[in-house]
């Protein structure tokens, strides 16, 4: 008896592990598929993703299914709100995808350890002791329904899936209820800074947000201070604000070396043209004007219409000049020159 209930013992565990083996085998086909349907759904939205990859996928004990050591590279175009125009890495050390929530017709995800790039770039796990520009220590929750009118699993809820995912990257905000964690770190002026990225409700809608606090914070550092309406925008697009802070204040130093070097040159005119310049080349015409515009609502120093007036008419001349393909170094003779530039106030 005790021979037989070991012979038993020893044909179960060799059925579950080759059902897990099995099983594992399974998902890595599914989930390369998927990674191919995800790919080509991107790309039909103008999203180019490189290359996307996991190391490997399997049962997280009877509950879950795990995928560990994803990695995705992608090529956002200059409409991606979160990152528009940038050369993008994404790496999550797991994902869960839970069992039981799926059989009731609820997609609850988890991922941790996220970290993320624009320009490309290493984890500061993979370089330790070195700052990194980027996220780190990523900790996403998400869940959302995948039946249809019916019971059970609809196939074009799950097809839903990608799509939401896409229109979230392409506007910044979803329906869908999700909590996200991460600390942000950049360098600005030659320093480092460190900012947490978390998520906010706002009339039905989430999105990532940086703390305005923090934003000041940063500000202040850069002896910058940002209008309310400022304020809000950068905190509404946090992957963006290193971007937004160093072109700033590289404008705001350049414009005054080169008035302190020649007092001829108009330095107000100059920051305007060069700082609306370098947005459009690195964000497009639309998001340039948006942030431009920002510092002209509720101004924090006390400026009369004229003054607005020239600085409107300013960002746009520097949005003309980098549509029509001039160079960074012709800016300050156009400045100087072009009729289209106002160099003082008119009343």
């Known amino acids: 008896m005790k021979k037989f209930l070991f012979i038993v013992i020893i044909v179960l565990g060799f059925l579950i592990v080759g059902g897990v083996m099995v099983a594992d085998f399974a998902l890595e086909k599914a989930s390369h598929k998927a990674l191919e349907y995800l790919t080509a759904e991107s790309q039909a939205r103008g999203i180019n993703v490189d290359f996307a990859r996991f190391g490997d996928v399997g049962l997280n004990g009877f509950n879950a ?18 990152a528009p125009g940038e050369d993008i890495v994404l790496s999550i050390g797991e994902i869960n995808l839970s069992l039981k929530r799926l059989l009731k ?59 939401r995912v896409l229109q979230f990257l392409q506007q910044g905000t979803t329906q869908i ?22 998520t906010k409700k706002e009339n039905g809608y989430y999105f990532l947000v940086m703390s305005p606090d923090d934003v000041r914070r940063i500000s202040k550092m850069l002896k910058e201070e940002l209008t309310e309406t400022e304020t809000r925008l950068v ?9 937004l802070f160093n072109i700033r204040n590289y404008a705001r130093t350049k414009s005054e070396a080169a008035h302190a070097k020649d007092a001829t040159v108009p330095a107000k005119a100059y920051r305007h043209v060069l700082w609306s310049f370098l947005l459009t080349k690195e964000f497009g015409s639309e998001f340039a004007k948006q942030v431009t ?6 101004a924090v120093k006390r400026a009369t219409q004229a003054d607005h007036k020239m600085d409107y008419n300013n ?18 003779e156009l400045v100087r020159t ?9 009343p």
């Open 293 to 298: 515009d920002a510092h002209e609502i509720g």
């Open 65 to 82: 299914v795990r995928w560990r050591k994803f990695v995705a590279a992608i090529d956002a175009p200059k409409y991606i709100t979160l």
């Open 235 to 243: 905190s509404i697009h946090p992957l963006l604000a290193s971007a």
């Open 315 to 332: 960002n746009k001349a520097g949005r003309d000049y980098a549509k029509a393909g001039y160079a960074e170094d012709m800016l300050l």
């Open 177 to 198: 209820p999700f909590d996200f964690r991460a600390e942000s770190s950049f360098k600005i002026g030659g320093s480092a800074v460190k900012t947490d990225i978390t």
């Open 105 to 163: 017709g609820v997609v609850a995800i988890t991922a941790h350890d996220i970290a993320l790039r624009a320009g490309g770039g290493l984890s500061s796990k993979e370089t330790p002791g070195k700052p990194q520009e980027g996220l780190d220590k990523g900790e996403l929750r998400i869940e959302f329904p995948c039946t249809g009118d019916g019971k059970g699993i609809s196939a074009n809820a799950l097809a839903e899936i990608p799509k």
């Open 338 to 346: 072009n009729p289209q530039v106002i160099r003082v106030p008119q």
